[in-house]
């Protein structure tokens, strides 16, 4: 299974420190933050920077089952990839997948549907899920005006 690797270095002596995660420890909040002091000096600030998991199948399945996971703040700015749109329309279609999370995957589709009009047309398609998620037409505001 692919790890992904975490680094800091403490601000306040300098040591180096590198870790390495499971794609569910780096999606949960609990691991994402790595709150143990310095070994060396019990310092607690950090300059460090991680690994982030790319949009994958697989990332979407653990992500889209699980309300505590989350890649980064905001989620829906991650997406902003015309290549995964294809993969977030099967996502959105399936039903293992958290409401809360097809919103972000809806807005983030949105967003991309102002400037690229294969993504328009295919989620002018998607009437499902627009009675699915109540507020859908809502987060798709542009989509629909006019
Ligand atoms: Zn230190």
């Known amino acids: 299974m692919k790890k992904y690797e975490q680094s800091r270095r403490c601000v306040s002596c300098g040591s180096r420190e590198s870790r390495y995660l499971t794609l569910v420890e780096t999606l949960s909040e609990i ?3 790595w709150a143990e002091p310095c070994p060396t000096c019990k310092g607690k600030n950090f300059a460090g920077s991680g690994d982030i998991p790319s949009i994958t199948r697989e990332s979407l399945e653990v992500w889209g089952r699980d309300e505590n996971l989350w890649f980064i703040g905001q989620d829906e700015d991650l997406m902003f990839d015309e290549e995964n749109s294809e993969l977030m329309f099967e996502f959105l279609n399936d039903d293992s997948i ?15 549907a102002s400037y690229n009009q294969d993504i328009k047309k295919e989620l002018l398609t998607r009437t499902r899920i627009f009675q699915e998620l109540e507020h859908g037409k809502e987060v798709c505001s542009t989509l629909f005006s006019k």
């Open 31 to 33: 691991t994402k933050n």
């Open 98 to 112: 958290l409401k809360s999370k097809k919103y972000i995957l809806l807005q983030a589709l949105c967003s991309m």
